[in-house]
């Protein structure tokens, strides 16, 4: 099994940034790809952006492309999501997922094999 673990939620004021990171545990080598979700209330989760190690690539929602950032350290399991420019739209519970090695990278965006329990991000002034 693979444990993930979210930090860096917050609040932040509309136009701030905040750094949001997950370090995965466990059977970090079934891992191939990892990425983020999000739900807002009364919303389903939407995919946000992910990452893949190889081939290195990532992918974004449209609703974040410019003001997102993934990135990550292979080797330490972890994955970041730099935010800036935040609006209230993007006030929501981030959840870090994983994808399981051997499955499309695409999963990521709809079925992830993991999920993290999720880190408050709150965009208001």
């Known amino acids: 099994q693979v444990q993930l673990v979210e930090s860096g939620g917050g609040l932040v004021q509309p136009g701030g940034s905040l750094r949001l990171s997950c370090a995965a545990s466990g059977r970090t080598s079934s891992i191939y790809s990892m990425g983020w979700f999000r739900q807002a209330p009364g919303k389903e989760r939407e995919f946000v952006a992910s990452r893949s190690g190889f081939p290195t690539g990532t992918y974004y929602a449209d609703s974040v492309k410019g003001r997102f950032t993934i990135s990550g350290d292979n080797a330490a399991n972890t994955v970041y999501l730099q935010m800036n420019t935040l609006k209230p739209e993007d006030t929501a519970v981030y959840f870090c997922?994983?994808?399981?090695?051997?499955?499309?990278?695409?999963?990521?965006?709809?079925?992830?094999?993991?999920w993290g329990q999720g880190t408050q991000v709150t965009v208001s002034s």
């Open positions: 997922v994983a994808l399981r090695r051997f499955r499309p990278v695409e999963a990521i965006r709809s079925d992830p094999n993991w």
